[in-house]
């Protein structure tokens, strides 16, 4: 275990306990593990993940930003972006849209190694399932910025995927956090859910 993996895997899994408890700090502390981990997966060719943390780190601080700054009625009781579910149609197009760009971003990552071998020696591993992952983790994560509570069950997919990835690709104590983050999913969905219904009905 390298010292990437460790203080990542720590950081990483203090801000998606945190983010599940609906607490502001998970924001910054979410922004140290995803430049960890930048390093990490582009020493294992999951390519990528590598570029799913740049990303990361820019909506780790548009998160923190969206739940300090919510607009005039999507306040809660701490001033904060309120806790809201995603309309049903709005949900499967989000799954659509998750499909497509599956299958365009395998099929990129699946060639980066021919494209561009001076930066990728080797081939991509899992390219459609790690872009599945990937994509799905982007709109996990616009979802949790808006507090919609669809976020937990999204996370849930890929982090039952990603535990498998990472045992295979023998990161294993990157495999154990997943796993844990999947019961952190079902924690964030039970707690939002609770709070969420904690509104009043003019609130919510």
């Given at each position: 275990?390298s010292?990437?993996?460790?203080?990542?895997?720590v950081?990483?899994a203090?801000?998606?306990?945190?983010?599940?408890?609906?607490?502001?700090?998970?924001?910054?502390?979410?922004?140290?593990?995803?430049?960890?981990?930048?390093?990490?997966?582009?020493?294992?060719?999951?390519?990528?993940?590598?570029?799913?943390?740049?990303?990361?780190?820019?909506t780790?601080?548009?998160?923190?930003?969206?739940?300090?700054?919510?607009?005039?009625?999507?306040?809660?009781?701490?001033?904060?972006?309120?806790?809201?579910?995603?309309?049903?149609?709005?949900?499967?197009l989000?799954?659509?849209?998750?499909?497509?760009?599956?299958?365009?971003?395998?099929?990129?990552?699946?060639?980066?190694?021919?494209?561009?071998?001076?930066?990728?020696?080797?081939?991509?591993?899992?390219?459609?399932?790690?872009?599945?992952?990937?994509?799905?983790?982007?709109?996990?994560?616009?979802?949790?910025?808006?507090?919609?509570?669809?976020?937990?069950?999204?996370?849930?997919?890929v982090?039952?995927?990603?535990?498998?990835?990472?045992?295979?690709?023998?990161?294993?104590?990157?495999?154990?956090?997943?796993?844990?983050?999947?019961?952190?999913?079902?924690?964030?969905?039970?707690?939002?859910?609770?709070?969420?219904?904690?509104?009043?009905?003019?609130?919510?």
């Open positions: 275990m010292y990437l993996e460790f203080f990542g895997t950081t990483g203090v801000a998606t306990w945190l983010s599940a408890r609906a607490h502001i700090v998970s924001w910054p502390v979410g922004m140290v593990s995803v430049v960890l981990f930048v390093f990490l997966f582009y020493q294992i060719q999951l390519y990528p993940d590598m570029f799913l943390q740049v990303f990361f780190f820019v780790n601080a548009l998160g923190w930003w969206q739940w300090t700054h919510p607009k005039t009625g999507e306040e809660d009781r701490r001033n904060e972006l309120k806790i809201t579910p995603l309309s049903a149609q709005n949900f499967w989000l799954m659509g849209v998750g499909a497509v760009a599956t299958v365009l971003f395998g099929a990129i990552a699946q060639n980066l190694h021919e494209w561009f071998p001076v930066m990728f020696s080797l081939p991509s591993a899992y390219p459609y399932l790690d872009s599945f992952t990937s994509v799905m983790s982007i709109i996990a994560t616009f979802l949790l910025i808006r507090k919609k509570l669809e976020c937990w069950y999204v996370w849930l997919l982090d039952l995927i990603s535990t498998y990835m990472y045992f295979t690709k023998g990161v294993k104590v990157l495999g154990i956090e997943y796993g844990f983050y999947c019961l952190i999913a079902f924690v964030g969905a039970w707690h939002w859910t609770r709070e969420y219904r904690s509104y009043t009905p003019t609130a919510a």
